[in-house]
């Protein structure tokens, strides 16, 4: 196979959702589908658990084993399919914002019963910043829940999605007979336990076919129809296009743990999702199919054993084909590595690759050279953009416990801030020291590892804030302005930029209206 067919079999992409409705149980089954792995728990078992919350240690433990699920790759009708795992704790949900940079695609699932919850919300606001082709699966048809239009609007009004159910459910719960596909034009009538059999799908091109009412009855039947018909009536027809752009999502109902509605997902998936994507950075677009290879680090992953230092930098190949122990440029170090056992994860299993083609995902062993976002290439300097630090929604000052290790702590949060574990802010009056972080959590693990793997010590102090948010403006004057009357409140970021604390909504709404000309942006990249 040569280079473009390799690269326009790959399909990359994530699967979000709150935790709980369903993401592990689905990405398993296709899995299963895909023969990548043979039973089922073998993902389940790297899961991140609830129960844990308030043992960050354990967490931390598991989230190292869930480096083995970091990429599960398989293949299904000659397709290279990659899932990129997003954590699902939300305390990690900075390196859910930060995956899906390196995906092409994304599957939301959503519980029947809960609707959209919020970490959902706000993931999919992740994607929406980025006209992310999204896919929803309604899961857990099998129990009683929501009514499914209610859902579609819920859906249209939290998630700002525009939908198209493209399969929809007779029944629900103890009721549940299985889903129509629109797509496929076809009744699949459920069982449960997953134990689908090939005579459940029932072509049925036309619903008036009575065919329709001898296998789910007479009654499930007309509301099928008349369903169906609003349905036409009422969403726009699917168009790949739309989807495509973001602006038109598909809609799925199904039951993962009973392996319904999976391989339906799955083949609409292959048919509709996009192969890898050009990527954009600052000098120019990437095209995947260029001859010359790059790629960008979206994900760090650290050791938490202080005897090995060494971390998992992953990175996604945007163009070219990436071979071991080539020497690429390190862009942002500008100086040349090789990789000589460049590694891909697959539950259990570490292979080293030789290869990688656009879309692929490859670890790539570092002793604390790669920051998040750093691009990788054959001599150009790219820089890619839309791999942005988020702001974060809880603060505390760090002050210095030990003053003798000054060198190292300044060292260890140099080297924790460029995994991305949280952020620092400086202020500008008194060059105080603010982390951020989107979980509390992290502040657990920052003061743990900063105290286990360089020997420093830290104590936090409460700061009241509200947003940390990065302000521009094209107002020289205005910024001076802002700069001199507001200065109590300015702090830099790691790489230097201007950052406005607010300590409010109610005090940043106030000094936009003083500053109209300001603006102030939730992410670092605007
Ligand atoms: P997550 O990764 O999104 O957090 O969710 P996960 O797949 O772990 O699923 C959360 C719970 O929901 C699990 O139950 C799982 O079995 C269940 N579940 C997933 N899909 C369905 C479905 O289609 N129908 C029903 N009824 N339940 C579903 P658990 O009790 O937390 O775990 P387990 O003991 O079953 O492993």
Redesign the pocket.
């Known amino acids: 196979m040569d280079f473009i067919e390799e690269l326009h079999r790959r399909r990359t992409f994530g699967i979000i959702?709150?935790?709980?409705?369903?993401?592990?149980?689905?990405?398993?089954k296709l899995l299963l589908f895909g023969g990548a792995i043979q039973i089922a728990g073998a993902v389940?078992s790297n899961?991140i658990k609830r129960s844990a919350t308030s043992d960050f240690m354990e967490i931390e433990r598991q989230r190292g084993i869930s480096v083995a699920t970091s990429v599960m790759a398989f293949d299904y009708k000659n397709l290279k399919i990659n899932i990129l795992d997003t954590p699902?704790h939300q305390d990690f949900a900075e390196d859910t914002y930060r995956t899906l940079t390196a995906v092409d695609s994304v599957i939301v699932?959503i519980d029947v019963a809960k609707g959209v919850e919020t970490q959902t919300e706000k993931l999919v606001e992740v994607c929406r910043m980025r006209n992310t082709p999204v896919i929803v699966f309604i899961?857990?048809?099998?129990?009683e829940g929501k009514d499914a239009f209610d859902l579609l609007d819920e859906v249209e009004q939290k998630l700002g999605l525009k939908v198209r159910p493209l399969s929809w459910p007779v029944g629900m719960g103890q009721r549940f007979k299985g889903v129509y596909s629109m797509y496929e034009k076809k009744l699949v009538l459920f069982r449960p336990h997953g134990k689908q059999e090939e005579e459940d799908k029932i072509e049925i091109t036309d619903l008036a076919d009575p065919a329709l009412d001898h296998h789910i009855g007479e009654r499930d039947a007309a509301i099928l129809r008349e369903e169906v018909q609003m349905i036409e009536g009422v969403y726009p027809d699917f168009e790949r296009d739309a989807y495509l752009e973001g602006r038109l999502s598909p809609v799925f109902f199904?039951?993962?743990?009973?392996n319904?509605g999976v391989r339906e997902l799955l083949d609409c998936f292959t048919d509709i999702a996009p192969p890898p994507l050009a990527r954009h950075t600052e000098e120019r677009l990437v095209e995947p199919e260029e001859a010359k290879f790059s790629g960008f680090v979206f994900k760090i992953h650290a050791n938490m054993d202080p005897n090995h230092r060494d971390r998992v930098a992953f990175m996604r190949v945007c163009s070219g084909k990436f071979e071991r122990n080539s020497p690429y440029l390190h862009v942002r170090q500008n100086r040349k590595l090789k990789f000589s056992n460049p590694t891909s994860f697959m539950a259990d299993k570490k292979t080293i690759v030789d290869e990688a083609f656009p879309g692929d995902v490859v670890g790539l062993y570092d002793s604390g050279n790669f920051k998040i976002g750093d691009a990788l290439t054959e001599g150009e300097a790219l820089h890619f953009k839309g791999i942005p630090s988020f702001s974060p929604e809880q603060f505390r000052y760090v002050n210095n416990a030990d003053p003798l290790k000054a060198k190292q702590l300044a060292k260890g949060l140099e080297q924790l801030m460029d995994e991305g574990v949280a952020q620092l802010f400086t202020r500008d009056v008194d060059g105080r020291k603010i982390v951020g972080t989107v979980g509390a959590l992290q502040f657990d693990v920052l003061q743990y590892r900063l105290q286990h793997e360089y020997g420093a010590s830290v104590q936090y102090e409460g700061v009241n804030l509200y947003k940390a948010c990065w302000a521009t403006c094209d107002n020289e004057q205005v910024l001076k302005e802002f700069m001199q009357r507001r200065r109590r409140d300015l702090a830099r970021d790691v790489d230097g930029q201007l950052v406005f604390l607010a300590e409010s909504a109610w005090q940043l709404k106030t000094v936009q209206e003083n500053f109209p000309e300001m603006e102030f942006h939730f992410t670092s990249e605007y």
């Open positions: 959702s709150h935790p709980d409705a369903g993401k592990t149980t689905l990405t398993e389940k899961k699902g699932v899961n857990k048809l099998d129990r199904g039951s993962a743990v009973n319904f």
